[in-house]
C-alpha cells in the first residue's frame, strides 16, 4: 500500500474524530482511544449522515490497529462522505500540497483568469451560445445540506398525456432532465424523507438546482435502533410508544418479492426492536404512513448484514 494514501487515511481518521464530536461534543478528540459507546455513536451518525454502517470488527480492525494498510474503497468513500467529501478521490485532492508547486499554480491562475475573460467576452456577443441545453436536479437532505445516496430515492415522472414512469437517478444524487421539455413535474419518494412534489419551468439560465428533503425523524430513528447496540432499552421503548399509534400494523417483507412475511402490532414490533437479543436488526424501512403524526402503517425488510467488515 502505498505510504500518501496510508498518511490520507491517518487524515481522515482525525477528520473523523472532529465530525462525530459535532454531533457528540464528550467523545475522546483521539479516535484510537474509542471503545463501545463511542463506536455505537459513530455508527449511528453514519447512518444519520451518509445512509451507510461501519462494524465493530471494521473499527477494531482499521482504526485500534497498527497495521500499515488502509480499508476497501467503497468504505473509503463512505467515511470520506461522512466528513464532507464527495469521496475518497475528493479526500485525497483537498489535503494534497505539493513543494515548490506555487509557481506552477499561479501559470494555472494567470491562465484560468485569461480563459475567464475570454468567455465573459464571447457571452457579451451572444449569450445564447452558452446557454445550458440540460439541467439536473440534485436531491439534498434540508437540515444536513448533504447529498442523499441514490438507493434511498425514488422519482415519479407526471405528464399530461403519459402514465407515470420511474426516472433514473444519478450516482450523484441528481435526476438530468433535457430543457427543451420547457417544463416538468415529479414526485420524490425516500422510506426516510417525506414525499414532495416537484413542478419547474425549465428557462432558467442556470443549469443545476438543489432539492431540499425534509427527513423522515420517525423512519430514521427505527433504522438507528435496529442497527446499534443501545443499554438504555426502556428508553427505547418509550420513543417507540411515542411514535407509534396504538392500532398501528407493521409488515416485514421479502427483499426480492416486496410481498408480506410477517405482520406484528404495535407492541409486538416494539418487544422484537427492543430485545436484548435484537430479534429485529438490520431493518431497512420500506414505507411509513402517517395519521396525525403517528406511524399507522410501515413496511420493513430485514437485510442480512448492513455493515463492512
Not at 69 to 79: H, Y
Not at 253 to 262: A, F, I, K, T
Amino acid at each position: 500500500m502505498a505510504d500518501t494514501d496510508l498518511k490520507y487515511f491517518q487524515l481522515l481518521k482525525k477528520d473523523i474524530a472532529t465530525t462525530l464530536r459535532e454531533s457528540f461534543p464528550e467523545v475522546n478528540e483521539q479516535i484510537e482511544l474509542w471503545k463501545g459507546v463511542e463506536i455505537s455513536q459513530l455508527q449511528e451518525d453514519l447512518v444519520s449522515k451518509v445512509g451507510g454502517r461501519v462494524s465493530e470488527k471494521w473499527f477494531y480492525t482499521h482504526i485500534k490497529s497498527n497495521k500499515e494498510s488502509i480499508p476497501r474503497i467503497d468504505v473509503l468513500d463512505l467515511l470520506s462522505q461522512y466528513v464532507g467529501y464527495s469521496g475518497w478521490a475528493g479526500y485525497k485532492l483537498s489535503k494534497t500540497s505539493r513543494p515548490g508547486g506555487g509557481a506552477l499554480r499561479k501559470k494555472r491562475l494567470a491562465w484560468l483568469l485569461f480563459l475567464s475573460l475570454f468567455i465573459m467576452i464571447l457571452v457579451a456577443v451572444n449569450s445564447s451560445i452558452f446557454t445550458a441545453s440540460s439541467y439536473q436536479f440534485c436531491f439534498v437532505d434540508a437540515y444536513s445540506k448533504r447529498p442523499i445516496p441514490p438507493k434511498d430515492l425514488e422519482v415519479i415522472m407526471l405528464h399530461e398525456q403519459e402514465s407515470p414512469y420511474a426516472a433514473h437517478i444519478s450516482e450523484e444524487g441528481c435526476l438530468p432532465m433535457r430543457k427543451t421539455v420547457g417544463s416538468v413535474k415529479f414526485v420524490i419518494r425516500s422510506p426516510y424523507y417525506k414525499t414532495d412534489t416537484i413542478a419547474r419551468i425549465l428557462n432558467k439560465r442556470s443549469d443545476y438546482e438543489n432539492i431540499l428533503l425534509t427527513p423522515d425523524d420517525y423512519a430514521l430513528m427505527i433504522r438507528i435502533f435496529s442497527h446499534s447496540n443501545v443499554d438504555d432499552w426502556n428508553r427505547r421503548r418509550s420513543q417507540l410508544e411515542e411514535m407509534m399509534a396504538d392500532h398501528a400494523k407493521i409488515f416485514q417483507v421479502m427483499d426480492e418479492s416486496n410481498l408480506p412475511m410477517e405482520i406484528y402490532n404495535k407492541e409486538e414490533f416494539i418487544n422484537k426492536l427492543t430485545m436484548p437479543i435484537k430479534s429485529l436488526r438490520n431493518i431497512e424501512v420500506l414505507e411509513t404512513t402517517y395519521e396525525k403524526d403517528k406511524i399507522v402503517s410501515l413496511r420493513f425488510v430485514q437485510v442480512k448484514d448492513g455493515s463492512y467488515d
